[in-house]
């Protein structure tokens, strides 16, 4: 199957099971080398087939890429960039080339922290060079202490040795949580923007829930000396935990309006409303510090009522290139009214 995307917003409708999921994983897997529905590379081979294999041709302020991703059982993955063989997965990745909603995007809003947690992680490691590498190496030092912290409760190591990692801890965790700070001060506004324009309200809000919640009250610059505190105020739970009981590994990110904590008391459509204006603020944020990111939206216009699916196509359309699939003729012609570009795909194929 082979498609080709004009600028501005491309509407693929067909029935389901089309395969029009398919071909926004695709777009993913060719920029990020990950699936948005699986962290198995084996899930996304066709029933029966040996290997999969993903070309994409992409142009950006340094011209036009050739990218490609292969993948086979037992083989692991191929990578190539303008025909040249790349080894890592790091090196190869575009980093916030595509922002994705499936349905299942709804996690950024109601499911656990973890799930908020990452999608600003990941906003984070598209927008601030060094992030994803501070990010790993803190979540490697927690590691590495929790494993240590076993040993001490099983009387087969002594704590002493805990300071070396507690020391990668504060001065990494301190930069983690600097980050994810600043960028939720900045995502603020430009979520209450979306949030209001896709007919949610003027008065929603997102901050970040420190770990430990003292941390809140500390100055940026004093993150690490109350992160260092924090663990040795914690020493003893954490012993008999044997693990790291608080940090910016627990950190979680309040999403309301006003003080209608949406994760927990917002109905389905609410949530929906937060997580695509978080989305489009994602958008935003990342086109302040670089090329727009194409949008790729699965299955979101026919859950949306007429207003605000309106607001949505207009959001889109304001720039940038979108790909949104739906299985909604309707919706399909709606955004053919406003300039999209419909293309029809069968059980075939488009």
Known sequence: MEFGFSDGVTVLVGPNGAGKTTVIEALTFACLG??????????MLRHGAEALWVGLEIEGPAGVE???????????RRLQRDGVAVRGLGDWRRRGAVLVFLPDELRSVKGPPAARRRSLDRLLE??????????????RAVAQRNALLRRVRAGQASPDGLAPWE???VALGASV?????????ALEPLFRTWMDRLGGGPDATLRVESSPSELAQAPDAEIGEALAAAWDARRDRDHAAAQTTAGPHRDDVWIGRG?????????????????LALLLGHRDHLSDRGPTPIMLLDDVLSELDPSRRDALLEAVGDGGQTIVTTADPAAAASAA???????EVGQDGA
């Not at 598209?126 to 979540?139: N, R, W």
Request: charge should be positive; proline fraction near 4%; aromatic fraction near 4%.
């Open 126 to 139: 598209a927008a601030e060079p060094g992030y994803a590498d501070d990010l790993t190496g803190y979540q």
């Open 34 to 43: 990950v699936s948005p529905r699986t962290r198995s590379e084996g899930e």
């Open 167 to 169: 020391a990668q801890m």
């Open 259 to 275: 003080d209608h904590d949406l994760r927990r008391l917002g109905s389905q459509g609410e949530q929906r409303l937060a997580a």
């Open 66 to 76: 050739t990218r490609s991703i292969g993948y086979a059982p037992r083989r692991g």
């Open 177 to 185: 949580a600097r980050a994810r700070r600043a960028a939720a001060r």
């Open 337 to 343: 009214e406003r300039g999209a570009h419909v293309v």
